[in-house]
């Protein structure tokens, strides 16, 4: 029998983090050919998770330009994505989450009439705007998936709310799989500057800040507190790796650099990242993956948005929203830094995300979907 090809596709950070052990636990099944193809939406910070996992992609759409539009981006993807499924020519497109790369890839493997495997399948808001654009793109991926990956229970509620009731399996998020991967606790930095930091003497408080719902107000409003909270707090030493988008590193220089005890580094490996935070005291992000990856190694975190399509954390009590006003997030921040008991209530370790085998699961379910094998159970946490 001919093998399955299986396309998986991403673009972004976070995408191909998620999406590489994928990659590989595909490429270990005999009965398939796991092929990768990327938008490079991102370019930089992409190619540094490739080189983390150590995958060379199979096609290369390269679309990356700086401050691009999200029409630019997915008419792009389209276009490119044509040509790659016509010259790698698949049974079955994986797409991940909820950028606009995810979206086009779905859209472009349908108008191929190639089914899809939606990865991270069933998060909402239920806020066609926030987060913006990622709200309506999980759900038009939705219309056109075959197969939905849920990471967790509540997440195919979602879809089964919306009717939709074939094809769904609850799998764990496959970011778990990737900090198995990754976290070491005999990590060696390579980056000296985070070997140095006094994580005994002080509180370290790992920070990101992105999102396309933040720019303007809410992301000054976010800086401003931030250098408050380091200000204020003569045993904290805030470590964040500004992302490379030119909005995000011009809110950062005007509001934020300068500060005190405020460490503003570029954009980490994964495994670098992944390895501080299990060091630090605590994050305060508006990143999704943080959101999954912190509670697992038992971190709080202050959510920076005014909703989150992960409650299953919030409800565990390790993550709490702390929203996008400047006073707001000092109260929560110092609450975190200066009470002992609060910060012990939110700081112990949960796994709703998944076990770590979440890949394996999604693999199993690909092949049964192809008559190819024994259906998965579903992971419970
Ligand atoms: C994208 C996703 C968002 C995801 C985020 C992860 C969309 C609409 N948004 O947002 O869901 O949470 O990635 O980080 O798909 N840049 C570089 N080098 C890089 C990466 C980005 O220079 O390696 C700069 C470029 O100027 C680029 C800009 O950042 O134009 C913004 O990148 P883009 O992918 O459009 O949006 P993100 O905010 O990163
Ligand atoms: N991350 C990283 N280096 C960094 C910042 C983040 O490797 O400097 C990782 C982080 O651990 C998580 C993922 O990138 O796995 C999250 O990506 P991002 O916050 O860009 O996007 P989101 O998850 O919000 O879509």
């Given at each position: 029998m001919d093998k399955l090809r299986i396309m998986?596709?991403?673009?972004?950070?976070?995408?191909?983090?998620?999406?590489?052990?994928?990659?590989?636990e595909l490429a270990s099944r005999p009965e398939i050919e796991s092929l990768c193809c990327?938008?490079?939406?991102?370019?930089?910070?992409?190619?540094?998770?490739?080189?983390?996992?150590?995958?060379?992609?199979?096609?290369?759409?390269d679309i990356m330009t700086p401050r691009q539009t999200l029409s630019t981006i997915t008419s792009k993807c389209l276009l490119g994505m044509d040509e790659a499924i016509e010259t790698?020519?698949?049974?079955?497109?994986?797409?991940?989450?909820?950028?606009?790369?995810?979206?086009?890839?779905?859209?472009?493997?349908?108008?191929?009439?190639?089914?899809?495997?939606?990865?991270?399948?069933?998060?909402?808001?239920?806020?066609?705007?926030?987060?913006?654009?990622?709200?309506?793109?999980?759900?038009?991926?939705?219309?056109?998936?075959?197969?939905?990956?849920?990471p967790t229970v509540n997440n195919r509620e979602n879809l089964l709310k919306e009717g939709i009731t074939e094809g769904l399996f609850i799998t764990g998020n496959t970011v778990i799989d990737a900090l198995k991967t990754t976290v070491r606790k005999d990590y060696v930095f390579a980056t000296e500057e985070l070997n140095?930091?006094?994580?005994?003497?002080?509180?370290?408080?790992?920070?990101?800040?992105?999102?396309?719902?933040?720019?303007?107000?809410?992301?000054?409003?976010?800086?401003?507190?931030?250098?408050?909270?380091?200000?204020?707090?003569?045993?904290?030493?805030?470590?964040?790796?500004?992302?490379?988008?030119?909005?995000?590193?011009?809110a950062v220089d005007q509001y934020l650099r300068g500060a005190p005890r405020v460490h503003l580094i570029d954009p980490l490996p994964a495994d670098e990242m992944h390895n501080l935070m299990a060091r630090c005291y605590m994050v305060m992000t508006d990143s999704g993956g943080l959101q999954e990856e912190a509670p697992a190694l038992g971190k709080p975190v202050l959510v920076l948005r005014r909703e989150t399509e992960r409650?299953?954390?919030?409800?565990?009590?390790?993550?709490?929203?702390?929203?996008?006003?400047?006073?707001?997030?000092?109260?929560?921040?110092?609450?975190?830094?200066?009470?002992?008991?609060?910060?012990?209530?939110?700081?112990?370790?949960?796994?709703?995300?998944?076990?770590?085998?979440?890949?394996?699961?999604?693999?199993?379910?690909?092949?049964?979907h192809f008559g190819r094998g024994e259906k998965p159970k579903d992971y419970q946490a």
């Open positions: 998986s596709v991403f673009g972004t950070r976070p995408e191909a983090i998620k999406m590489c052990p994928l990659v590989q990327v938008t490079a939406q991102h370019r930089q910070m992409l190619d540094s998770v490739l080189e983390v996992f150590d995958l060379k992609p199979d096609y290369d759409l790698l020519k698949p049974d079955m497109i994986l797409v991940h989450g909820d950028t606009s790369t995810t979206f086009a890839g779905a859209l472009a493997a349908f108008y191929h009439q190639v089914k899809v495997g939606h990865v991270e399948a069933g998060l909402r808001t239920y806020d066609k705007y926030s987060p913006f654009p990622e709200e309506m793109n999980r759900k038009m991926v939705s219309a056109i998936a075959d197969l939905y990956f849920c140095r930091l006094p994580y005994d003497e002080k509180k370290i408080i790992l920070v990101t800040c992105h999102r396309r719902e933040n720019y303007g107000e809410p992301m000054k409003n976010i800086m401003l507190a931030l250098r408050q909270i380091a200000e204020e707090n003569p045993d904290v030493e805030l470590v964040y790796p500004v992302h490379l988008s030119p909005v995000v590193r011009e409650p299953e954390a919030v409800a565990a009590g390790t993550v709490k929203l702390a929203g996008v006003v400047q006073d707001d997030i000092v109260t929560m921040g110092t609450r975190l830094i200066r009470d002992p008991e609060s910060y012990a209530r939110m700081a112990h370790a949960v796994n709703p995300y998944g076990d770590g085998n979440a890949c394996r699961r999604i693999a199993d379910a690909i092949l049964w």
